[in-house]
């Protein structure tokens, strides 16, 4: 089926420093997600972006967390500047209809 | 956006039995329910889905059982396998012009032989 790919899969980086996190959603998709999951535990909801705009996002998407795909290509992350509690696991999701389909993650660990 | 409720937070059943897991959601203009599977290391990946019109919808050992008077619906896993063992994530969305797509928590399944 569709694939969502997610690069990288893994990423250390040290505290302070600026990470994007790059996701390649299926080609005809128009609405994007980014989820944030601590250690396997629940799914938090960070951000929803549709036709170029922000849509809706959480307390989570802090102030140092922004979203953009930049001519139709990679849907990203940025983290500036990074903190501690910023390491968790990073999900893409993008959908064209009903039908949402998931990355598989970038692990990302702030050291 | 807490919009989508699942419970409980985890869940441990013998092999054999029926896990039976829950989910609520607050706007009635959500017309569509997937449930989606994810195993450790991978991505939430589709399992199956409802759509508003229908009270139950059956894929297998999979069956959703959906109260759209009471907005609430269920996943219920019969016969449960070890390798069921997994998060579940209950999902709603709805198509007001714009769709809004909400995603549970999750509930953590063990299924142990």
């Known amino acids: 089926g569709p694939k969502v790919l997610q690069i990288p899969s893994h990423q250390i980086i040290d505290m302070g420093q600026m990470v994007t996190l790059n996701c390649d959603p299926v080609?005809?998709?128009?609405?994007f997600y980014w989820y944030k999951q601590i250690l396997g535990q629940q799914m938090e909801f960070l951000v929803n972006f549709y036709n170029g705009k922000v849509m809706e996002k959480s307390k989570l998407f802090k102030d140092q967390f922004s979203v953009e795909r930049p001519d139709g290509s990679y849907f990203t992350l940025k983290i500036q500047p990074t903190a501690l509690e910023d390491s968790a696991v990073y999900f893409c999701?993008?959908?064209?209809?009903?039908?949402?389909?998931f990355g598989k993650g970038t692990r990302l660990t702030v050291v | 956006q807490q919009q989508v409720r699942q419970s409980p937070q985890s869940l441990t059943v013998w092999e054999g039995e029926t896990a039976i897991l829950n989910c609520s959601y607050e706007?009635?203009?959500?017309?569509?329910f997937p449930w989606y599977q994810q195993f450790p290391g991978e991505g939430p990946a589709l399992l199956i889905s409802i759509r508003s019109v229908s009270d139950k919808k059956e894929d297998g050992r999979f069956t959703i059982f959906f109260n759209k008077r009471e907005k609430k619906l269920s996943l219920h896993i019969t016969d449960s396998q070890p390798g069921d063992s997994a998060t579940y994530f209950c999902?709603?969305?709805?198509?007001?012009?714009?769709?809004?797509?909400?995603f549970g928590k999750g509930t953590s399944l063990t299924v142990i032989p």
């Open positions: 706007d009635s203009t959500f017309n569509y």
């Open positions: 080609s005809n998709h128009l609405y």
């Open positions: 999902a709603a969305i709805s198509n007001t012009g714009y769709q809004n797509f909400y």
């Open positions: 999701a993008s959908s064209f209809t009903r039908l949402v389909f």
